[in-house]
């Protein structure tokens, strides 16, 4: 019965060879080809730009915020436009959107690994300034590449912007002030002072 049998399969292999390896030839070729293009999609991945944006903590006044748009990929993007979901209605004591409108909807060139910085949000003294505290941002760029059939790949995203960690971040101090005596006492008492204050927020910091 087994003899019989493998009889039968070797019969089968000898008379079917040619479809046989017609088939794994055409099998191997397509396992190639895929395994090609996960090789190619990896690459692509780890060499393409990716923009993020994150808000921090405003270097112009105690209360601002500040939007950072950086590259984190390992190529260049070009044209990074960042464009509101909603419209920004103005504040009370406005004088953020001005300048910031002179940003969005224009097109930027960023390094790899490199940032900037935007004015984004105010909430000095309870007087809100800029955006909202949350907002949707659609961010498009584009690689540098250069490709056969087109010059180059476009990214879409939709990031949230949620500054709303702001509310609870403690402010940094001004330290004391001196303001009698002589001019020039005050002058250099104030700088002492101004250097302690600094001296201790570095030191907070880390």
């Keep these: 019965m087994f003899s019989s049998f493998f009889l039968d399969l070797w019969s089968f292999f000898k008379t079917e060879s040619a479809p046989v390896t017609a088939i794994t030839a055409i099998l191997g070729v397509l396992f190639a080809v895929l395994n090609l293009r996960k090789l190619a999609q990896d690459s692509h991945d780890r060499t393409r730009p990716y923009i993020a944006l994150e808000p921090r903590l405003g270097v112009q006044l105690n209360g601002a915020i500040d939007l950072v748009v950086t590259n984190y990929g390992q190529s260049p993007a070009q044209n990074v436009v960042l464009r509101p979901l909603e419209k920004f209605e103005p504040g009370d004591d406005e004088y953020i959107l001005e300048r910031l409108e002179k940003v969005l909807n224009r097109p930027f060139y960023i390094a790899p690994n490199a940032s900037f910085r935007v004015m984004w949000r105010s909430i000095y003294l309870g007087n ?38 702001a509310v609870a971040t403690p402010l940094p101090s001004q330290g004391p002030r001196r303001t009698s005596g002589k001019e020039s006492e005050k002058a250099l008492v104030n700088i002492a002072n101004a250097l302690r204050t600094l001296n201790q927020h570095i030191g907070n910091r880390y």
């Excluded at 949350?134 to 500054?163: A, G, N």
Aim: net charge positive; aromatic share 10%.
């Design 128 to 165: 809100d300034s800029g955006a909202p505290e949350v907002v949707q941002v659609e961010v498009t760029y584009q690689d540098t590449k250069k490709r056969l059939f087109r010059k180059s790949r476009t990214y879409r995203e939709i990031l949230t912007v949620d500054t709303g960690f």
